[in-house]
């Protein structure tokens, strides 16, 4: 169950989606006008992200390699479209106001990079835990980046009017430019406060050396072995070097040696 918490603690917090990698850019800037729609947008993106895992994962051995990603988009589309008429169905008036938004669900690079980096390489029960996670972290960047901007642009939340009749609110913020106004906020407040970001320099220096390219959120399975063997290699290259150094200066200059090993020397 460690590994479970693991992977909601991941998707919330370490990897999350929106404010750590940088994923799902378009809906995140589209749709956010309102804490309402972030919201939906989010649950419904969580949703596909655990059906398709689960289904994906259950059938890891079965999907041939080569038509991966075409089963994977298969299987995407099909929940997606579940999720869609029940949103029609059910919540006509968020329909209307995600739009478009719900069917490119399916293309959505969170969904497929899931997908592909854990999904089809882990069991069952990680793989559902970890599209609850990434979902949940996907929903609350949503509402918190929707919320700022409903505040600001409307004076509401969730909209109830929260700020005083005589507020003047900033239009703007619930227009299109508001949506990167609030995440270049709230990405320049994670860079001062040098928390985790795709903006802030975590992979470390050298990363391309790695099989994954400093990409910790695709290292898993063969690519973790491959970056232990490349690491083991370059640590035994170091430790080579600095050896050689050392002897090279002992030969140079005898008179800087150990003074333990002269005196051994000495008395011998």
Do not use: H, W
Request: charged share 20%; net charge positive; hydrophobic share 45%.
């Amino acid at each position: 169950m460690n590994k479970c918490t693991e992977r909601l603690y991941n998707g919330l917090v370490k990897e999350n989606p929106t404010l750590v990698l940088m994923l799902g850019m378009c809906p995140t800037l589209a749709v956010t006008t309102s804490a309402i729609n972030g919201l939906g947008m989010g649950l419904s993106t969580t949703a596909v992200l655990v059906m398709s895992n689960l289904m994906i994962s259950a059938l890891r051995k079965i999907i041939p390699d080569k038509v991966r990603m075409p089963a994977f988009i298969v299987i995407v589309a099909s929940f997606v479209t579940i999720v869609e008429l029940l949103v029609k169905g059910f919540l006509p008036s968020l329909n209307d106001s995600l739009g478009i938004y719900i069917p490119l669900i399916v293309v959505n690079c969170i969904i497929l990079g899931r997908a592909e980096a854990y999904a089809s390489k882990n069991p069952v029960l990680p793989s559902i835990f970890d599209g609850i996670g990434m979902g949940l972290g996907f929903t609350c960047s949503l509402t918190m980046i929707g919320l700022i901007r409903e505040i600001i642009g409307a004076g509401t939340a969730f909209g109830a009017q929260i700020l005083p009749d005589g507020y003047e609110p900033f239009s703007i913020f619930v227009m299109a430019p508001g949506a990167f106004f609030v995440l270049a906020i709230l990405t320049a407040i994670q860079n001062k406060l040098k928390l985790k970001s795709a903006t802030n320099g975590d992979a470390p220096k050298g990363a391309e050396v790695l099989a994954c390219g400093g990409n910790c959120a695709e290292c898993v399975g063969e690519t973790c072995a491959k970056n232990r063997t490349i690491l083991e290699q370059k640590r035994d290259e170091a430790e080579a070097k600095k050896a050689d150094a050392k002897a090279s200066a002992a030969k140079a200059f005898p008179e800087n040696a150990d003074p333990k090993a002269k005196e051994g020397g000495d008395k011998s």
